[in-house]
């Protein structure tokens, strides 16, 4: 088949760290698609979620449409829902006339800008397929990026108590998946972790960790695990939320990109990859 795009498609920022954050993911990713392209024939690296993606999985590629298998390696476009330019109706305009495309989303959750924002601009594409990959969380994998922020910051999970900060949403479901990216960290962690919101969602982070600190001031830390994809405003929020600690989001400026986010991009494309071929 024809190798889809890989839009990579962020919320935006206008937060400069933000959008350098940013931008060298989807440089990170350019280069893993490049060395899949170069790597064919190698066991698949794919992670399905579910029965059901690992059964889409096993009917693309006997249909060869793992990233590893395709003839070229797909290009990798940046865009976003919002803030920044361009935005997703451009990067699917820039695209080669007819060409299909994968937009996964640089986001944690599948909220507002997956449902409303991105599917309306996909009905607006009548020129070509475009079809729109989960978003990058829930997924053990992050739990790991982020065990590892707060091994950066000087957390000592069992001493400290880790409150998980996440942006929020109206969407229930991305609430939900919030919440289970926290078990998930939990698990990770081996000690409970609570879950607060930056906006839209309940309980809200500064609450969260009043609640976490309880009446003695001179109690154990509590260190705030920033599930945020890079720097910017809601990161500014996380540290003005009363912890003793916040940690740097997945995407922090001063270390190398997370291979486990670009492992995850990888298989959110493969995997709308998988579905566009068993279309046809």
């Known amino acids: 088949m024809t190798t889809p795009v890989l839009a990579a498609i962020s919320h935006g920022t206008s937060s400069a760290a933000g959008q350098t ?19 064919r024939g190698a066991p698949s690296r794919i992670s399905a979620r579910s ?5 889409t999985l096993r009917s693309g590629e006997a249909r060869g449409c793992r990233t590893q298998d395709v003839d070229d390696a797909p290009e990798v476009v940046l865009g976003h829902v919002d803030v920044q330019q361009p935005d997703v109706p451009a990067v699917l305009s820039a695209c080669e006339p007819g060409a299909p495309v994968v937009i996964v989303p640089l986001l944690l959750s599948a909220g507002y800008h997956v449902h409303v924002d991105l599917r309306e601009a996909v009905a607006a594409a009548s020129d070509r397929t475009v079809t729109i990959a989960s978003a990058l969380g829930p997924d053990p994998r992050l739990a790991d990026v982020l065990a590892r922020r707060l091994l950066d910051a000087g957390a000592r999970p069992g001493r400290d108590h880790i409150v998980m900060a996440a942006a929020g949403s109206s ?4 609430v939900d998946d919030c919440r289970a990216m926290g078990r998930l960290l939990a698990e990770r962690l081996g000690v409970p972790v609570t879950v607060g919101f930056l906006s839209a969602a309940e309980p809200k982070l500064a609450d969260a960790v009043a609640t ?20 910017g405003f809601f990161h500014d929020l996380a540290r003005a939320a009363g912890a003793d600690v916040v940690t740097e989001p997945l995407l922090d400026p001063q270390r190398e990109i997370p291979d486990e986010l670009v492992a995850i991009v990888r298989d959110r494309y493969d995997l709308a990859c998988a579905r566009l071929s068993t279309r046809r």
């Open 51 to 55: 029965a059901e993606d690992a059964a």
């Open 212 to 231: 976490t600190r309880g009446d003695r001031g001179d109690g154990p830390r509590v260190v705030v695990a920033s599930y945020l994809l890079a720097p």
């Open 21 to 39: 954050a940013v931008a060298a993911l989807a440089d990170a990713i350019r280069e893993d698609a490049a060395a899949c392209r170069s790597d």
């Open 171 to 174: 969407d229930a479901g991305a």
